[in-house]
């Protein structure tokens, strides 16, 4: 069955680096037919696309977040992960690892959610 | 693309019939989800393509829509339905909505 975990550290200095790990179990990072991705949502509040990936390295970022994003993944370990860098207690929130199947043809949704972890950004 | 919902809220009691909107800022033709969040959960996708159900969601929820208005219509509401519902545009930048709270009348 289809699972998606993420991992990383829950607290995070402002100004410094986030970063979290998606690990992949009953499917590949190397199929071509979904793309691999982020949303986030802080608390009390609604949701944020980040970014997503595809196998052959071609990403797709928020406009809002671009210029401190970067997603990358590992097709060995079966694995993406995001970085966010100089963060701010904005970025506090719960981030979900997600896939989205992809087609030439139509328009899907995220189908497949991680169950999210807390990252809380803070001095 | 800026997605506004409506309401941002409503109560409702079991077997009621109720709809949400959502309008996008510029044509998006049908590239439009929907999906229902539960508390302490994530999101889960209910609809596609404004009217394309996902497998495994009950046939009571139903999208309509196309361009820049769509809607979510739940009939028959389940006590499982009491949650909150986000529209989401996969035409360009995946932007949410910013969600409707369906609670208990």
């Known amino acids: 069955q289809l699972q998606l975990q993420e991992s990383g550290p829950g607290l995070v200095r402002p100004s410094e680096s986030l970063s979290l790990t998606c690990t992949v179990s009953?499917?590949?990072?190397?199929?071509?037919?979904?793309?691999w991705g982020w949303i986030r949502q802080p608390p009390g509040k609604g949701l944020e696309w980040i970014a997503n990936i595809y196998y052959n390295g071609n990403t797709y970022y928020n406009p809002s977040l671009k210029s401190r994003v970067t997603l990358s993944v590992d097709t060995s370990k079966n694995q993406f992960s995001l970085n966010v860098s100089s963060v701010t207690a904005a970025d506090t929130g719960v981030y979900y690892c997600t896939r989205v199947p992809y087609s030439s043809s139509s328009q899907y949704g995220i189908d497949v959610w991680g169950q999210g972890t807390m990252v809380t950004v803070s001095s | 693309i800026q997605m506004t919902q409506s309401p941002s809220s409503l109560s409702a009691s079991l077997g009621d019939r109720l709809t949400i909107t959502c309008r996008a800022s510029e044509n998006i033709r049908t590239s439009l989800n929907w999906y229902q969040q539960r508390p302490g959960k994530a999101p889960r996708l209910l609809l596609y393509?404004?009217?394309r159900l996902q497998t495994g969601v009950p046939s009571r929820f139903s999208g309509s829509g196309s361009g820049t208005d769509f809607t979510l219509t739940i009939s028959g509401l389940q006590p499982d339905d009491f949650a909150t519902y986000y529209c989401?545009?996969?035409?360009?930048?995946?932007?949410f909505g910013g969600g409707t709270k369906v609670d208990i009348k």
């Open positions: 393509e404004a009217s």
């Open positions: 989401q545009e996969s035409y360009s930048t995946s932007s």
């Open positions: 009953g499917d590949s990072t190397r199929s071509r037919s979904y793309y």
